[in-house]
Structure formats: structure tokens, C-alpha cells
């Protein structure tokens, strides 16, 4: 992408916005993501899955996928196949964004290796949450012979990766009401050295070991906010171990786009 000039009334500043590629079938939908991601992203669109594996191919990189599901033709899913299979796709964050429920189709996209998930009908401000962060930290995800001066810095995910994160995600995830706990502790059960660690955590995920941490305590809250088990925030904090809810109220935020209470049936 290039800088742009773009000119707004009574003034004109200079902007670079990443470019993210919303491949949806439904004109309004498309529209509406538009609409919200636009003022910070150049957006691209494709009515179908093979229209956006068409458009990769001839088109630089974008920073971000959106993505339907329910789509003619070749769905969300089998696009993310595609798009997991190839050397030099695999890497670019994706967002899948559905009408249905079932976990089923929810733990598939997990399995193939989705980096979020949205479940209609969604708010903008959570949309524009999630996008903002999965580019962020994308862009901190760079190979360690790339992190020399003056080489390009590419995001990667190997399928390596993902196995070792899922089971770091498991190790946090079974400590959620372990009080102050360390991922010096994590790095002990991988048999690996803290720096370590965070040295592969950063070049994975763009996080260091405190904000990935944090990160899935967040995902467990929601998880269990939306789940309809518990009738207030608080019930939720105590079971992913968080004591001060104005911070908790932050992060969240900050997180999704919307308040914890918001998620509560």
C-alpha cells in the first residue's frame, strides 16, 4: 500500500491504512463491514471464496481477512482450508463471521486454524475491536532470520505453532482461579526456559507472555458471560480468577468493543 493524501473537510492529513479483504455474499452485509472498517482499512471485497482466492493471487497481501461462512460456491471454511494450506496465505489473520451457533462449526474453524471468531448479528465496535488487535499483533509475528535490519517483516503461523500454543492455551486455561499465577510455572511444564518463552510467544503471536495470559482469561470470560451459567460480572471474574472490576471492565472493552455486562442473557 501506498501513503495516501486524503483530503476531509476544512483540512487534509496523511494517513496509511492496512488493506483487508471481506469476502461476503450478502451486498448489505458487505456494505455494513464497510461502513465500519473503512475509515481506518482499505477495504477489498469478494462475493465468494473463489473470488477471493482469485483476488490473492493477483493482489499484494492484505492485513486481514473477514470472512462468511454460509457462502455458494466454496464457503468460509474451505477458504480457510485453501488459505491454511498455502505457504504464502497461511499467515494472513482471519475472522470468520457466521449466523449459526453450533459448536460444531465453530470448533472446525478452530481446528483449521481461525484467528477469531463473530457470531451474527455482531456491533461494529466489536468488529472494529477485534480487526484492530488481530493486525496489531500480527505485525509483531516475524520470522528470526527476518528480524534483521532492513528485512521484511512477514507474519508467520506453522502448524507447529499452533499445536504449541494450543497446549500453552490448556496449561493458562487449567489455572484460570490459580491467585497471581506465573507463566514462569507454564515454562517449567513445556520444559523450556521463561526467556524462551516469551521469545517464541512473541515471534508467534505478536504478545508477550502477560498479554497472551491475559488474552485468554478475557476469551474464558466471555465464553462463560454469554454461556447464560452465571447472573452477574462478578460470577464470571472469580472464575477466571480477576479481582478489580473497573480494570476487568477495561480490558474488555478494549478487547471486544463492548462492556462485560453487555454479554449477560
Known amino acids: 500500500d501506498t501513503i495516501e493524501e486524503v483530503a476531509l473537510p476544512s483540512k487534509v492529513y496523511t494517513s496509511f491504512r492496512p488493506r483487508v479483504l471481506v469476502v461476503e455474499d450478502n451486498p448489505d452485509l458487505q456494505q455494513y463491514i464497510r461502513m465500519i472498517l473503512q475509515e481506518k482499512y482499505r477495504i477489498e471485497t469478494a462475493g465468494?471464496?473463489?473470488?477471493?482466492?482469485?483476488?490473492?493471487?493477483?493482489?499484494?497481501?492484505?492485513?486481514?481477512?473477514?470472512?462468511?461462512?454460509?457462502?455458494?460456491?466454496?464457503?468460509?471454511?474451505?477458504?480457510?482450508?485453501?488459505?491454511?494450506?498455502d505457504d504464502k496465505l497461511r499467515h494472513i489473520p482471519t475472522i470468520m463471521l457466521t449466523a449459526q451457533q453450533r459448536m460444531d462449526v465453530k470448533l472446525e474453524a478452530l481446528r483449521i486454524g481461525v484467528d477469531d471468531y463473530l457470531t451474527k448479528p455482531f456491533q461494529a465496535a466489536e468488529l472494529s475491536a477485534r480487526v484492530g488487535n488481530l493486525i496489531k499483533n500480527s505485525t509483531n509475528r516475524v520470522r528470526p532470520e527476518q528480524a534483521?535490519?532492513?528485512?521484511?517483516?512477514?507474519?508467520?503461523?506453522?502448524?507447529?505453532?499452533?499445536?504449541?500454543?494450543?497446549?500453552?492455551?490448556?496449561?493458562?486455561?487449567?489455572?484460570?482461579?490459580?491467585?497471581?499465577?506465573?507463566?514462569?510455572?507454564?515454562?517449567?511444564?513445556?520444559?523450556?526456559?521463561?526467556?524462551?518463552l516469551q521469545q517464541k510467544l512473541k515471534a508467534i503471536t505478536g504478545l508477550s507472555p502477560k498479554q497472551y495470559q491475559r488474552s485468554i482469561r478475557l476469551d474464558n470470560a466471555r465464553e462463560i458471560l454469554k454461556s447464560g451459567e452465571v447472573q452477574t460480572v462478578q460470577e464470571a471474574m472469580s472464575q477466571i480468577g480477576f479481582e478489580n472490576q473497573y480494570h476487568f471492565n477495561k480490558l474488555y472493552k478494549e478487547a471486544f468493543g463492548i462492556k462485560p455486562i453487555q454479554e449477560l442473557k
Open 48 to 85: 465468494i471464496g473463489q473470488e477471493a482466492l482469485e483476488w490473492l493471487t493477483q493482489q499484494p497481501t492484505p492485513a486481514l481477512i473477514v470472512s462468511d461462512i454460509m457462502m455458494p460456491v466454496m464457503n468460509g471454511l474451505e477458504l480457510l482450508q485453501k488459505l491454511k494450506q
Open 148 to 196: 534483521q535490519e532492513g528485512a521484511p517483516l512477514v507474519p508467520v503461523m506453522e502448524v507447529i505453532d499452533l499445536e504449541w500454543l494450543k497446549t500453552l492455551e490448556e496449561i493458562i486455561s487449567s489455572n484460570l482461579t490459580t491467585r497471581d499465577y506465573k507463566l514462569t510455572s507454564a515454562a517449567e511444564e513445556l520444559h523450556i526456559s521463561y526467556r524462551r
